[in-house]
């Protein structure tokens, strides 16, 4: 079992920066492939951007590539996700999410989900 907490998420008007963080607990953070996903209200939850168990990173979209950067800290067991140039449109609710093996932009297929961080962006 793995516990996944995010942090970070706020207010902010457009072209400012936020840091998210997740902290997992439970079973071995490092054999965990882990990502961020978001949902604004009335749409799907869409991926972000996830890195790999074995350290590998993917963004989702043109449009974060850039602006956005996950990493990973296996000391601390905690997943980031640096997001600057923040426009309106990348207002919705973060959520941290963690697999075994490969990482995937299919939401149905990771295992854990932390409870979500959200994130507003004012114009």
């Known amino acids: 079992q793995v516990q996944l907490v995010e942090s970070g998420g706020g207010l902010v008007q457009a072209g400012g920066s936020l840091t998210l963080s997740c902290a997992a607990s439970?079973?071995?953070?490092?054999?965990?492939?882990m990502g961020w996903f978001r949902q604004a209200p009335g749409k799907e939850r869409e991926p972000v951007a996830s890195?790999?168990?074995?350290?590998?990173?993917?963004y989702s979209a043109d449009s974060m590539k850039g602006r956005f950067t996950i990493s990973r800290s296996t000391d601390k067991n905690t997943l980031y996700l640096q997001m600057k140039n923040l426009k309106v449109e990348d207002t919705a609710v973060y959520y941290c999410?963690?697999?075994?093996?490969?990482?995937?932009?299919?939401?149905?297929?990771?295992?854990?989900w932390g409870q979500g961080t959200q994130v507003t962006v004012s114009s």
């Open positions: 890195i790999s168990w074995i350290g590998g990173t993917t």
């Open positions: 999410a963690a697999r075994r093996g490969a990482d995937t932009t299919a939401a149905r297929r990771w295992d854990y």
């Open positions: 439970g079973r071995t953070f490092a054999s965990y492939s």
